[in-house]
């Protein structure tokens, strides 16, 4: 079965972005966790969250990747995506996508 499209509209310079992790300690992942929540970024999938972010949150945001590399084999990535990259997702299942309305731009 063919997933569904996940239509986005954009506004101002935010883009959509996905940052998936693989962090090994528990407390550090923990901490890694509620800075995405801080910057507005939600839970996807187990590893993976996702929202809204402009360029200096997108630069803030990896400034800080590396206090939370606890060992050589954890690893952060940010991915953002294009306006006609973001609206060719697909998606299938329990996935609940972030939708630019849900977010309060200041």
């Not at 923990?30 to 995405?36: C, M, P, Y």
């Not at 910057?39 to 996807?44: A, D, E, I, K, P």
């Amino acid at each position: 079965m063919l997933g569904k499209f996940f239509q986005i509209v954009f506004r101002g310079d935010c883009i959509l972005v996905f940052v998936v992790y693989d962090i090994s300690d528990n407390g550090t992942r923990s901490h890694f966790i509620k800075r995405l929540q801080h910057f507005g970024l939600r839970r996807v999938q187990k590893s993976v969250f996702s929202g809204f972010l402009n360029l200096s949150q997108r630069l803030d945001l990896a400034s800080e990747f590396d206090e939370f590399l606890s060992s050589e084999k954890d690893s952060i990535m940010l991915i953002p995506t294009c306006d006609s990259c973001a609206n060719s997702i697909l998606t299938d299942g329990e996935l609940k996508m972030p939708h630019e309305s849900e977010y309060e731009f200041l």
